[in-house]
């Protein structure tokens, strides 16, 4: 069975500075892992995947992540916060890439 | 990107009666759909597996007779809450895969309050 770790379940920058979302996975096969963003009383929005091949993998708004076999991590990035970035972030795996289990999540909070 | 439509996207209901929850594949066929709950500020939590002309399948201590599942054509999977409690108030999300995509496409989500 695969599970997902988010470490830190609020995560506070500034505007302009650097966003790092932890995720580490446990997955008894090649895992799918995915970022996923959700605002308010919304469903979530895929960031960014990956499947195979190119272990960094750039995503939308500016996101991108890096897959590390050998730390199982899959850490979330952006080189500059803006405001509109603040929300709850999930990681998530998939051994198949349809039944997904999910971290449970970290807010983004961005201070101006 | 394909479609997924979840209905309604809010609802309140008393104690006691019960609540249907709508996800439809918009543009493809999905055979599969999954159902989760997600409680204010936690996580998701996968509460079962819906199939397409057969029985869904739950995961652990969730009550099927309580989340009756149906998945009765390959662009529609309901969720009903019977009997509903406060507790029972809650963020549900359907998702559905899609072949070729390596991820499930999910619903807008419905927002449960029983009071």
């Known amino acids: 069975a695969q599970s997902v770790t988010q470490l830190g379940s609020h995560v506070s920058v500034s505007e302009g500075a650097l966003v790092l979302l932890r995720c580490n996975y446990s997955?008894?096969?090649?895992?799918?892992l995915f970022w996923y963003v959700q605002y308010p009383n919304q469903g979530l929005q895929l960031l960014l995947k990956?499947?195979?091949?190119?272990?960094l993998v750039k995503g939308i708004n500016g996101f991108e992540a890096e897959f590390k076999k050998s730390e199982t991590s899959f850490h979330l990035t952006k080189p500059s916060a803006h405001m509109s970035d603040a929300a709850e972030y999930f990681c998530?795996?998939?051994?198949?890439?349809?039944?997904?289990?999910f971290g449970a999540g970290t807010r983004l909070t961005v201070k101006p | 990107g394909a479609v997924v439509s979840q209905h309604p996207s809010r609802v309140i209901c008393k104690s006691g009666t019960s609540v249907k929850i709508e996800c439809r594949s918009l543009d493809f066929q999905a055979t599969t759909m999954f159902w989760y709950r997600q409680f204010p500020k936690q996580s998701l939590m996968l509460m079962a597996t819906?199939?397409?002309?057969?029985?869904?399948?739950?995961e652990q201590g969730v009550e099927k007779d309580k989340f009756l599942i149906n998945h009765a054509s390959l662009t529609l999977s309901t969720l009903t809450v019977t009997s509903a409690h406060p507790e029972d108030s809650s963020f549900y999300i359907c998702s559905a895969p899609v072949r070729a995509h390596t991820e499930a496409f999910f619903g807008q989500g419905t927002r449960l309050t029983v009071v």
């Open positions: 819906s199939n397409e002309g057969s029985k869904a399948t739950y």
């Open positions: 998530a795996v998939s051994d198949r890439g349809n039944d997904m289990r």
């Open positions: 990956y499947t195979t091949g190119a272990t």
């Open positions: 997955s008894s096969v090649p895992p799918y």
